[in-house]
């Protein structure tokens, strides 16, 4: 079992900067595949990020590519999501998830989720 935590959400101006952790516990957390999704009200969870096991590869939803970055911490148990340039419509509930396996981006693909954290960015 795997229990993740996210923290960092918050309310920014657009143009604004936040980072978002998520904080895993359980099996070894090198193991899994781990991945940041978000859901906008009415509308259905999304890939944002991904990052491997190993920590050496990395993908990007087009939508956040060159604003936003994954990265992990094995030495901690945490992965980090740093937005940069916010813009109004990356608003919604951000959740990391984890899973055995490729860097896959279909949230269905994932067996753990956290709770997701508020991220508002304002016009």
């Known amino acids: 079992q795997v229990q993740l935590v996210e923290s960092g959400g918050g309310l920014v101006q657009a143009g604004g900067s936040l980072r978002l952790s998520c904080a895993a516990s359980?099996?070894?957390?090198?193991?899994?595949?781990m991945g940041w999704f978000r859901q906008a009200p009415g509308r259905e969870r999304e890939f944002v990020a991904v990052?491997?096991?190993?920590?050496?590869?990395?993908r990007y939803a087009d939508s956040v590519k060159g604003r936003f970055t994954i990265s992990g911490d094995s030495a901690r148990n945490t992965i980090y999501l740093q937005m940069n340039s916010l813009k109004p419509e990356d608003t919604g509930v951000y959740s990391c998830?984890?899973?055995?396996?490729?860097?896959?981006?279909?949230?269905?693909?994932?067996?753990?989720w956290g709770q997701g954290t508020q991220v508002t960015v304002s016009s």
């Open positions: 998830a984890a899973r055995r396996g490729n860097s896959a981006t279909g949230p269905s693909a994932y067996n753990y």
């Open positions: 359980g099996r070894t957390f090198s193991r899994y595949t």
């Open positions: 990052i491997s096991a190993s920590g050496d590869i990395s």
